[in-house]
């Protein structure tokens, strides 16, 4: 019997898996399509200046300390498994479209400032300075140089390694319920109808986490799906590289964002609609991103179009994540990660194996209850 079954092998759950292994515990993790869900589609951006939120306090300090915390995540992976964990410490530059969204941007560097986060105001021009293939209408940006990105297929991929180079046991099946027995979570059953008895159990479920049964559906926290719409475009040799670092621009009040990957891939992300669990990638959001992409960066009328995808966001009524412990006994919850989920990947692995090894929730972690929702 392993200590610890991890439901749900995305990114969140395999590294929580890792990082326990990495402690000397029996882990399980299972998932029928490790890594294929949200974390496949995301395009990996760390980014808890660019996107703070006012208000959202307790998540920037968590966003913070994952930012912090992933290159030595990122170089631990590599060392293990001689892979690469698609870190890219890039820098962010956020771009403003007209003066309406200039303006909107110069609020946003304020708030930031405040906030005592690093953000250097740039007129049109420097903006182009540092990024040269930018529509020559761009009215000013923002320089962040703490936010970056991660290839989160990349990430995926070496994760998937690590856990197995760890001993951790991948069993490619759904879960179809958490078994209990009064308020003690006991292990899971699987679809085969097999169950995984465990010490503790994990649900790193995502968008599916409040439809986990066997979990009364009073304890089930209030995560709900929201698709978002992604493109993969490839950027022809000659204009390479058509971007150096992540760009984020407003267009017109829309939000777009362009992160580069070293091979040539531009990833374009992302829409944001709430159609529960629909993955079909509509028309409609394949040309609002083209649409706000070309009107700061010209030169995308000219990349392939490789793919376009759409995932589901794990989003709480407050946008911030779901840990630790969840109301049964020996069930903990690693899910609602929204639009965080590759940034706080490494922290929460961290409060996860912290928690399970002295079974007390961080501090860090302890504005993320589930019972904050009125459990
Ligand atoms: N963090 C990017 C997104 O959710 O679209």
Request: proline share 16%; aromatic share 2%; glycine share 18%.
């Given at each position: 019997m392993p200590d610890v079954v991890v439901v749900g092998g995305g990114l969140i759950g395999l590294a929580t898996a890792w990082r326990l292994a990495a402690d000397g515990i029996q882990v399980t993790v299972c998932d029928p399509?490790?890594?294929?869900?949200t974390s496949n589609v995301a395009a990996g951006m760390l980014a808890p200046v660019t996107e703070v939120e006012y208000g959202e306090d307790d998540l920037l300090a968590l966003n913070l300390a994952s930012v912090n915390a992933w290159p030595t995540f990122a170089a631990e992976l590599e060392d293990l498994t001689?892979?690469?964990?698609?870190?890219?410490?890039?820098g962010t530059l956020s771009v403003a479209y007209d003066v309406d969204d200039a303006a909107a941007l110069r609020r946003l560097a304020d708030y930031q400032r405040r906030l005592g986060l690093e953000v250097e105001e740039l007129s049109g021009r420097d903006a182009r300075r540092r990024e040269?293939?930018?529509?020559?209408?761009?009215?000013g940006g923002v320089w962040v140089p703490g936010d970056h990105s991660v290839d989160n297929r990349q990430a995926v991929a070496t994760l998937l390694r690590a856990v197995e180079l760890s001993g951790v046991q991948l069993i490619r099946q759904r879960v179809t319920q958490v078994v209990t027995s009064g308020t003690t979570a006991l292990g899971v059953q699987l679809e085969n109808g097999d169950t995984v008895h465990a010490g503790h159990v994990i649900a790193a479920?995502?968008?599916w986490s409040s439809q986990?049964?066997?979990?009364?559906e009073e304890l089930r926290p209030p995560v709900r799906p929201v698709k978002g719409e992604v493109l993969r475009l490839r950027v022809p040799e000659a204009y390479r590289?058509?971007?150096?670092h992540t760009v984020r621009a407003t267009a017109r009040g829309f939000s777009v964002y362009l992160v580069p990957r070293p091979g040539g891939e531009l990833v374009v992300g992302a829409t944001t609609s709430e159609l529960g669990y629909d993955t079909r990638v509509l028309a409609g959001g394949v040309f609002a991103l083209l649409r706000d992409a070309r009107s700061v960066l010209p030169i995308t009328d000219e990349l392939e179009l490789v793919e376009a995808i759409a995932g589901l966001r794990p989003a709480t009524p407050d946008n911030a994540p779901v840990l630790g412990?969840?109301?049964?006994?020996r069930l903990l919850w690693a899910t609602?990660?929204?639009?965080n989920g590759v940034l706080l990947t490494p922290v929460t692995a961290q409060i996860l194996a912290d928690t399970v090894r002295t079974g007390t929730l961080p501090d860090l972690g302890k504005p993320f209850l589930a019972n904050r929702f009125g459990h």
């Open positions: 399509t490790p890594g294929a869900q001689g892979q690469p964990a698609g870190l890219h410490q890039t040269p293939l930018l529509a020559t209408g761009v009215s479920t995502g968008p986990l049964d066997g979990v009364p590289p058509a971007l150096q412990p969840s109301g049964l006994d609602g990660h929204y639009r």
